[in-house]
């Protein structure tokens, strides 16, 4: 009966420890940073997936990301995790108010980083590169161009057939897009007006339209013989006899075919007539951009919402020490916003 009652009283005298060696706080902390990872993992993962499983892929530029702005925004975020850690250690020296100037520090350098994403937002939006927004199909593209050269036309006092760019773009619409006949007149006045364009390729005068129709597979052949010899895939002048050939024969031009010439008029023929650009997979790049960057940077806020009542507190005279813990858990979870940047930039920016 002794020995039990001994042993009883040892078991009740034991010490208990904790089960973990940290506090419940920082515990919550990591366990809600394993629930983010998740949740970017498989943001980022879907991004991956359709970024590289896609034909093709808008490149940075084309959709007005500049680089220098992602890089900066990068830079800040690291120098605001440097100021973090440093307004720690400060609060474990008991020195409260250089602790406060660290977090205002990294408030503000949160906010620089809000301000640099608000900048590029509104380039998207100037832009038209909304989710939705964009034009990803060749002929509504054609039809876009041809409404803002008849705006353009009018505002100069002109008719539009005056302009070689609406004529150009019309044509092409008309006969390798919508597939309407050629006539014998347009298909002769396209061939003098190609002659003139390509003085040095002594195309042969033809003044029959049978004949033309006839001659057109000839040169097309001949054309791209001249450039095998070359090392050469295609040219300008290849581009056009082609256009010329399919509208002349009654046959449409593919989807690829349509991007082909599109890219030829807008960036080779015309560069200087600022056409609109054709963004294939646009809408499927900007839904992935404003979702992966908008969630973050709500991130970014709610981070800042945590250091200004941090701030808040150190005006009340209430930051001391004592808040060392509370500090440092915001500290972990700033870290973590800066380390999902760290994976979004080079995806975004500079995977091209």
């Known amino acids: ?56 892929w808008p490149r940075p530029e084309e959709m007005h990301l500049v680089v220098a702005l992602g890089a900066f925004n990068t830079f800040v975020l690291i120098c605001s995790s440097v100021t973090v850690v440093l307004a720690l250690k400060a609060l474990h020296e008991q020195d409260s108010r250089r602790s406060a100037l660290y977090l205002l520090a990294t408030f503000l350098l949160g906010g620089v980083f809000m301000v640099v994403k608000v900048i590029e937002y509104t380039d998207k939006w100037r832009h038209h590169l909304l989710p939705g927004q964009i034009i990803e199909t060749v002929p509504s593209l054609v039809q876009e161009a041809l409404t803002q050269r008849r705006h353009l036309a009018a505002e100069q006092g002109k008719k539009a057939e005056e302009d070689a760019v609406f004529v150009a773009l019309d044509r092409f619409y008309r006969y390798n897009i919508g597939n309407a006949p050629l006539t014998d007149a347009a298909a002769l006045a396209w061939y003098q007006e190609l002659r003139a364009s390509f003085p040095k390729e002594n195309w042969p005068e033809i003044t029959n339209a049978q004949e033309l129709r006839n001659r057109l597979t000839e040169l097309v052949r001949q054309r791209r013989v001249e450039l095998k010899d070359k090392k050469l895939a295609h040219d300008a002048a290849l581009e056009e006899l082609e256009a010329l050939q399919l509208a002349a024969h009654g046959i449409p031009m593919s989807k690829r075919q349509q991007a082909v010439h599109y890219h ?15 963004h294939l997979y646009g809408n499927a790049w900007s839904s992935f951009y404003f979702t992966l960057t908008g969630i973050h940077a709500l991130h970014v806020l709610g981070g800042m919402v945590i250091f200004a009542v941090l701030l808040v507190f150190y005006v009340l005279g209430r930051f001391g020490p004592d808040k060392a813990i509370w500090v440092e858990n915001a500290g972990l979870y700033w870290h973590f916003v800066d380390i999902v940047w760290i994976f979004l930039f080079p995806l975004l920016y500079l995977i091209g």
């Open 1 to 56: 009966m002794a020995v039990a009652e001994h042993a009883w009283h040892a078991a009740e005298e034991e010490p208990r420890a904790m089960g973990l060696p940290l506090p419940n706080s920082k515990l919550a902390m990591w366990l809600f940073l394993a629930t983010e990872i998740m949740f970017f993992s498989g943001l980022i993962g879907a991004y991956i997936v359709q970024r590289f499983g896609a034909p093709h």
């Open 264 to 278: 030829y008029l807008s960036e080779q023929k015309y560069p200087q007539a600022h056409l609109p650009h054709l």
